[in-house]
């Protein structure tokens, strides 16, 4: 069968649609054929799939044959079964007769003929030629045609169809395309179950010997294209997928050894996307295929059908995995393909999928997803690509223009070198190329970065090539290469160590190996080859492996090669920056860059170092950054990028301190600090957040008090490997509530070095506002240039045990605490201290929680209070406070009592008393110039409590600056010691008076009345030794606390003087008297505290004494009525006596004659008699008369009775002695029986 | 032979890279491993994809090329493992079981009181339990 296979590839490529064959009985064709041509390809049909579901297939493409034709014709039925995929899919049978009879006899039979045959499909069309004008004609056509109808159509299915040529019938073609769609689809079933059927036939096969892959692939493949031609790709693609597999289990099966392929000319060329590269029967041995052609052969077809379901995303993914599959097996064979075969497929392979599938797609009508996908499949095409020419590249000498990146290191270091059955000698009349080579690779030295950061170059070679060519020429031996190079390593040489060390020593010995070139040109076959020989060895090889020119001149010129190198790895880095692979497209980015930069184009350089810069940098990724940054940095000092080289010579600096040795960080912070002072054009604020970190210290913030100022200690740790000076340091506060207010910069004035390290700076806080306050900013300047810091938190030295990690949130560093009480200044004692006399008032002192350190206590006595600033003011610890005041805080020394001087009523408090509470003592006398007056029932005293108040104005200025002020005014009470009230206890006969004084103590200590005297005022007397002293002596009197007592005198009035004198005088009564109390409740001795001790004080107080008003001369008295009671319209006398009861004094008020006057309501009384008159009365004491006067009350009830007056002699003279009654009873006048006359 | 293994934080920082290579070349691993990220990202990001593997830490194979491969895991909270072996027949079963025993020492060295959360792990005895583990994932004991 395997003969079939040219014929079955010369039948595949000249049929590529559904054939459909057309009978045409009546010679109607040519009258047809326009407008049955013009229904193809088939719009819409619907076909079954190999699952048997229906699918809907567009413009399916179909060509009407007739029968008759040569192409139809001359086919043996044994071809026609095996490749019954061109056979025609449906037959039309194209009739026209106008006659029945004619049907009857002839057209029918003929017709029967034809369509007896059950392969077929097929279907009548009735052509009607008859004009429809022509009504008779019509009419027999439509006769015909339903003979005809009744004849061929079946209850199944209808098989005519009628078709008038003149005209138009649209049901007709839609009739038409039904019939013929079905037809069509009735053949593919029947013919795919045919074919599955014989696949399975042979699948059974398989391990048979009979078993021919090449029949199975004919069969298989045939199915394929007949789907293929329906236009069900999936089901044809499906059909392929199988054969592939079908074909690698085939080829892998242990077996005899069957030929690879891959050797003629142009292979080299990857043909995976190109079907038709080579006939089948070229790549056909032993009925198995050759895999290097078949794979790519099969893979082809199937980027074929999915390019027609435009799906260029799949062939990509395919795509790329083909090629990484098939470089292993290229590997597989490489010793038998040409030198470096593998790496050139694989780059023509990568090439074709990516022209092809970028051409076949169009981004808009795939999902974000695909697309992304899809750029990442081109990307990593690309890449494998790019690979794959530096492996090249590398091969032919230009290793030395490579970037000895981390990326290209890691492609090509774990990359194995080819492995030819012998490596490739060097040509003949070669010795200019080796020369030049020779020239180059001397020429080359690695680029010296800024900074003389020298880094061994990472490897972009697996192993040696000079010891791995040396080694594959077969006639050298290893032992002699390894004694030859390097005898300490034998190791290295293993073939299949992929990453044998390249150690330094060998290396060292390979470059010098490439020493001057010798002269001769043809080398001795057992010399080991130079290195420029290998390269030229290899050049010479590729070129023969290489059939396409055009790859070849990549490789012709340095400036060739990078212009690919370029094209490359864009376009693997544009692709993956449209995947989801940034990572990989910004690495890349970073080799165009360093390509740039060797060619002087730093612009564009910059853009992309720091575009891997920024992604290195944000990942945290120091040792890949450590390797490019220097090269930014380099760019940009070439740029004069001030702004951006310094930024970049601080991120240097702040990387991990072990990535550059300590000279290379000496010589950026050298660079820092150079173009710190500097001219620099443009000054900006250089970040170096993560340079110079800062952070409060340990343990709780700062806590001041509202408007205090403070000092914040805040360290700072420098990056710098060296110590640096800066200029100014400020430091922000920012609230932390609130990020806009209290920001407020605090200077460090002087200047600073920073060490390296931690460094603690403390910065003075002015008064801020209450709040939370963190660390916000660090400014400063090294010469010229500002610098900030953020970096509160991030990237703090590692070493350091303070580190603080970057997710730890911001902690405040400063509280000011909202307004308070910091000091409280309350009087000792609230009972009253005594008036004019030296007393001390006390003053409790306590500081909350605040030192009252250097605090000064401001006393300003108001009126009529006087400091005694000759006296110390004393200053102790207060007792009251020591209750719960720790016992640790004993070294203030409990009872101390320091005293210190007053000076213009300023106190300085002592160091001391800073921070316990204290009391402070100071003298004051309280000043009433007024005379205390004492009570008596006479005079009665309405005292104020407001008299014996006096205010202290207290005002204490305290914290560090005495920026805090406390002031208070506090209120203190002064009294006399006594109050003194007197009475007249009572009255001798004999004008003695006793006169009582009662002492009222006002304070709340003992007071001793030592001695008393009174001075009486003129008109009284004293009796007996008339020296003012008491009539008993008792002295001292104690009188405790709130106690009274009482001393008496025993005085009597004296001499007639002016009256009014006598009333306006006053009599003094001083009291001498001692108190012992203590200061601490109240009034105290004002000399020095003693107990027991009192001084003799002395109090004087005034009493006004007044004479006794009750000195009558006359006595009237109420004689007692002579009735037992009153009564209405009765007489009764009314009677007074009056009694001189002394001889008046006074002339004025002499004479004998009395005046008197009853005075009597007229409503209730009728006086009968006189009201008023004269009486005599004899001047001599005791002479009495009685006046007697009749009334008549005249309404019943209690009534005022008449009274007597005297007007001339004034009420008090006059004394009520018996006094007269105040009301008398009137009772009713009794019932008069004179005018009861009896009823009789 | 695994040539690189790595732990990577979850905010893609380094916390771990131990190259097991001889030659100084430490630098392309660490690029290997950066770059391999790219995939975790994107299975990450794309749980339709890869909705099967969602709900398990190993991630297998994040990267095959030609010459070594890169598995990773994932844990819950974001730590990514690394490995990078030039091994081309590497069983799934075994990269697993590697990375389980990876993970128990790296929850061992993490909850060290003095170790700092998303910092590098500094722990001598980590990198001593890593090198074990590594060498015995060679010998083909692992289990």
Known sequence: MANYLAQFQTIKSSSDRIVIAVEDVSDLWLNVKESFERRVPVKKACLNNKARNPVFVDNLPAEFIQTTDSRLRSRFPQEQYLFWFREPYATVVLVTCEDLDEFKTILKPRLKLIVQNDEREWFIVFVSKAHPSNDQATKMAKKVYARLEADFNTKKRERCCKFDLHGPDAEFWDDFDSKMVDCIRNTLDRRVQFYEEEIRRLSEQRFTPIWNFCNFFILKESLAFMFEMSNLHEDSLREYDELELCYSESVTSPGKHREFGGLDTGDDQAALLNPGFKALTQIVQDDVFREFEFRQYIFACQAKLLFKLSRPVEVAARGHAFVVGFSKTLALHENSLPFCFREVWVITACLGLIKSTTSHYDGGAVSVDSEKEFHRLQGDLYSLCRIKFMRLAYLIGYGVEIEKSPVNSASLSMLPWPKPATWPSIPPDSSAEVMEKEKMILQSKSREKLFNIYRKPLPLEPSLLLREANRRRAFLSVGNLSELYDSADGSGLDANSKLSPNRSASNFMARTMSGPAMSETSLPVDRPMRLSEIHVAAEHALKQTISDPDFMTSFSSVEEFEKRYMELTKGAADNYHRSWWKRHGVVLDGEIAALFFKHGNYDLAVKSYEKVCALYSAEGWEELLADVLPDLAECQKILNDEAGYLASCVKLLSLDSTLFSSKERQAFQSEVVRLAHSEMKHLVPLDVSSLITFAGNAGPPLELCDGDPGTLSVAVWSGFPDDITLESLSLRLSAWSSADEGIKAIKSSDSHVLKPGRNTISFDIPPQKPGSYVLGALTGHIGKLSFRSHGFSQDGPVETDEFMSFEKPTRPVLKVRKPRALVDITPAVSSALLMNELQWIGLIVKPIDYSLKGGILHIDAGAELKIEESQMIEIENYRGDMEHASSANSSAEAGKVEKIPIENGKIKLPDWASDVTTLVWFPVRAIDDTIARGESPASPQKQSIVDGMRMIALKLEFGVFHNQVFERTIAVHFTNPFHVSTRVVDKCNDGTLLLQVILRSEVKATLHVKDVQLDLQSGFEHLGKGDGRPASSLFPLVIAPSSRAGILFIIRLSGTKDLDEVENADSMLNIKYGISGERTTGAHSPGPVQPGDSEELLFKIALRLKRPVLDPCLAVGFLPFSTDCLRVGQLVNMRWRVERLKSPEDASISGDEILYQVDANPQNWMVAGRKCGHVSLSNEQGSRMEITVTCIPLVSGYVHPPQLGLPEVGEVNISCNPAGPHLVCVLPPALSTSYCIPAV | ?143
Do not use: W
């Open chain 2, 1 to 143: 032979m695994i040539v690189c293994v790595a732990v990577v934080g979850h905010q893609n920082n380094p916390l771990y890279l131990q190259s097991f290579t001889e030659a100084d070349d430490a630098l392309k691993l660490h690029h290997i491993v950066h770059c391999s990220l790219d995939v975790i990202d994107e299975r990450v990001n794309n749980p339709k994809r890869s909705a099967p593997t969602l709900n398990e830490t190993f991630l297998g194979l994040l990267y095959p090329t030609e010459n070594y491969k890169v598995y990773g895991y994932l844990t819950n909270t974001k730590v990514k493992f690394i490995m990078v072996t030039t091994d081309l027949d590497v069983k799934d079963a075994d990269a697993r079981n590697f990375f389980r025993k990876f993970h128990a020492a790296y929850v061992d060295a993490v909850s060290n009181p003095f170790h700092v959360p998303g910092k590098k792990i500094a722990s001598r005895s980590f990198g001593a339990r890593v090198s074990t583990i590594v060498k015995s994932f060679g010998s083909g004991t692992t289990g």
